[in-house]
């Protein structure tokens, strides 16, 4: 855990308008608040879907719970910004910050086609619906491709639509920034699968924090990703299998 020592400034790129940071092991982080639009849901999602794909292999920027007093925010002169941090005083959710990163744009770090498929595969398991050419949430930093932004994912625990539900959920793969990769998934499907047990599962989403999940919300959470796990045909991009 760190505390947060110094607000840099806000991403206004992002729509829940995350924050730089300076943290007291004096690390740069980008902040995700959990007083956001989105609430603290979305950083349940960063947690779990992040983790889980740094587990099978991917590049996910370090996440670590920062504390915020909300002493910082009153001394900051854009009100909108104020308020967000005064209401996010306590623990939230830090992304390393990657210095001189920018956005896959193709040009740099192609991940080559197995990459491409096994992003393309988790991002259906999960049901991410935010990586787009138009907002890739991917940076290329030495070279290498890094994943961001999760908090859109796991969209069923905003209703709680039931497991057999969120289990037959089609993927509409069409506007993925790696939709040419629809026809490899089946060469990754078997392996992504079989390396995502219940204990594993259980391990990252155990990762979350108590103040952004509600009593009994960790069964749910594997309950729901077990049942899609176990019904892929439903979901796997070009119907994979």
Do not use: C
């Not at 989105?38 to 504390?67: H, M, S, T, Y």
């Not at 994943?147 to 039931?162: E, N, R, T, V």
């Amino acid at each position: 855990m760190v505390t947060a020592t110094r607000y840099v400034l806000p991403l206004r790129e992002g729509g829940s308008l995350p924050g730089v940071v300076e943290g007291n092991d004096l690390g740069t982080y980008v902040i995700k608040f959990h007083g956001a639009g989105q609430g603290p849901k979305a950083l349940v999602a960063e947690v779990i879907v992040g983790e889980l794909f740094r587990r099978l292999g991917l590049r996910v920027p370090e996440l670590k719970l920062i504390e915020l007093d909300p002493a910082i925010g009153k001394s900051e002169p854009d009100f909108e910004i104020q308020e967000l941090l005064i209401r996010s005083a306590g623990l939230n959710l830090a992304v390393d910050f990657l210095p001189g990163s920018f956005g896959y744009d193709g040009s740099a770090g192609n991940p080559g086609d197995d990459g491409m498929a096994r992003i393309l595969w988790l991002d259906a398991f999960v049901a991410n619906v935010d990586r787009s050419w138009r907002n890739t949430n991917l940076l290329v930093w030495h070279k290498n491709l890094w994943l961001i932004d999760h908090g859109a994912a796991l969209y069923f625990h905003h209703s709680w639509m039931s497991a057999e539900r969120f289990a037959s959920l089609p993927y509409d793969a069409s506007d993925h920034v790696f939709s040419v990769a629809a026809p490899q998934v089946s060469k990754v499907d078997s392996e992504l699968a079989a390396a995502i047990t219940p204990e594993l599962l259980t391990e990252v989403i155990g990762l979350v924090p108590d103040e952004w999940i509600e009593a009994g919300d960790r069964e749910r959470y594997l309950g729901h990703l077990l049942a899609r796990l176990e019904n892929r045909s439903a979901w796997l991009p070009g119907g994979a299998r």
